[in-house]
Structures are given as C-alpha cells and as structure tokens.
C-alpha cells in the first residue's frame, strides 16, 4: 500500500515538473526510494503510464536508487522530457 501512495506522489510531482517546463513526453526520470520499497524500473514505468499514457511510456528511462530515507518519501534527481512547442 505505501508503494501505491509514493508512485502516485511521484507521478503527481513528475506532472507538476513536465507542466512547469512545458514537457509533453518524460524522457528520462532518476528517482531515490527507501531501500525496503518494492519500486523497481519496470514496476515504475507500468504504473505511472497506467496514470498517464501521454506523458510515460516505453520511451520513458528509469532508473530507481535506493538510500536509507523515510519509507514514504521519493527523491526525483533527474526529469527530462520533450518540450511542448
């Protein structure tokens, strides 16, 4: 249940990022979760194009690290995208 909750979070942050930049497709996302989450690329990359078809997709690199931070909390490093002409 808290992976669920934390992808949403990541998802609507990423959202906020690519809205603020004018990003259409998110290219590239590098995100640091606690070292007991069960996020993973492959699990990331599902769900959030299961929340946003547009923006994630196969085209969509993700790389997830771990660090000994609170369970609940998501740290994005990198958000890059297609710019929205």
Not at 4 to 9: C, G, S
Not at 45 to 60: S, V
Request: proline share 1%; glycine share 2%; with cysteine.
């Amino acid at each position: 249940m808290k992976d669920t909750y934390l992808i949403k979070k990541i998802s609507e942050e990423v959202q906020v990022l690519c809205d603020m930049n004018n990003l259409k497709k998110l290219t590239k996302l590098v995100v640091t979760v606690n070292y007991k989450s069960n996020i993973n690329e492959e699990h990331l990359r599902k769900q959030l194009h299961h929340i946003n078809k547009k923006t994630f997709g196969p085209w969509t690199q993700i790389q997830v690290l771990r660090d000994d931070i609170h369970e609940r909390t998501a740290i994005l490093h990198t958000v890059e995208g297609e710019k929205d002409d």
